[in-house]
């Protein structure tokens, strides 16, 4: 947190502790940037070992899980453990906090349930979740308690495949979840982005929609985004050293 701070230009803190402090409905969106400080991965760097040689959007697609049903599944396998043995980082535990006293939705682009071990509730999860299977083409009374074992689990009856219930590339979103997202991007007056390089669409599109309805743009991230040139104020620090800075009360 320390050499943060030094990073950190103290004016865009206190500007940026002054907009928080004032908003009166924030819209918080974040992507895998925010899990990186509990050791998650970012989303483009899950792809160690045998999945180097894969681009992700190959791989967390219908279509390959079709064709590399087992390795596919594998992938996921070896992310959940991951996730599970990770823990929730200051920066998810601020955004629970900041919960606590203002009026704030929470929206993530991560499927790695680390807001919700944090105390977040009611998270607004875009792509889905580790933790949450489903069937592949199923037959309607696919059980998983019937399930023929395997990597993946098959359906006892049809032998359709369970699958991770992430949303993979060219699925189209959760549409109460996106309803949501949408509703809190356009009624909001503080947009804060955190952890997203702001790539995967129509999540990316959402600080946009809020600055267009005349929220203001806050932008976290170590690193240059797409969505840095949306943003009125761009803080380049760690998820989890900036954001209890901006949340923290005067005096605490
Ligand atoms: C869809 C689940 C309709 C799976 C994921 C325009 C409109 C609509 C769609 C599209 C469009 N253009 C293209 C599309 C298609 C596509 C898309 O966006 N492709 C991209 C690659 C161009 N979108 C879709 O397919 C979506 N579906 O629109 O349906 C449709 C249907 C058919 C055809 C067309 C449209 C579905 C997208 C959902 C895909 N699923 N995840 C899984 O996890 O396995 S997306 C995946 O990427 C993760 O959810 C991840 O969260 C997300 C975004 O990535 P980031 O979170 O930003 O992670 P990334 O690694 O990129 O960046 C991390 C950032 O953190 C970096 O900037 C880094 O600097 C920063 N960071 C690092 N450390 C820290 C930090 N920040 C803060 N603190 C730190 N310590």
């Not at 797409?226 to 620090?237: F, Q, W």
């Amino acid at each position: 947190m320390s050499e943060t701070k030094e990073l950190l230009d103290p004016q865009q803190v206190q500007t940026a502790r002054a907009w928080v402090a004032a908003a009166r409905d924030i819209f918080v969106l974040t992507g895998a940037g925010i899990s990186a400080e509990s050791g998650v991965p970012t989303f483009r760097d899950a792809l160690t070992g045998l999945w180097a040689r894969y681009d992700p959007e190959e791989l967390a697609s219908a279509a390959a899980y079709r064709r590399h049903p087992g390795m596919v599944w594998k992938w996921y396998q070896h992310r959940r453990e991951m996730v599970a043995a990770a823990q929730p980082n200051p920066g998810h535990a601020a955004l629970a906090e900041l919960a606590g006293r203002k009026t704030l939705t929470l929206v993530t682009q991560n499927v790695d349930g680390l807001h919700q071990r944090a105390g977040s509730q009611d998270v607004v999860e875009l792509h889905g979740s580790l933790f949450a299977d489903k069937w592949l083409d199923g037959c309607g009374r696919c059980d998983i308690a019937t399930a023929v074992p395997g990597e993946p689990p098959r359906c006892g009856t049809c032998g359709a495949m369970l699958r991770p219930g992430v949303v993979w590339f060219g699925e189209d979103l959760p549409r109460v979840a996106r309803f949501r997202a949408e509703q809190a991007a356009q009624h909001c007056d503080l947009c804060l982005v955190v952890g997203t390089s702001g790539l995967v669409y129509p999540a990316a599109a959402l600080p946009g929609i809020a600055k267009d309805e005349g929220a203001r743009v806050i932008v976290i991230n170590p690193q240059p985004s797409a969505l840095d040139e949306t943003a009125d104020l761009v803080l380049r620090a760690p998820a989890g050293a900036c954001l209890p800075l901006l949340v923290r009360q005067d005096g605490a």
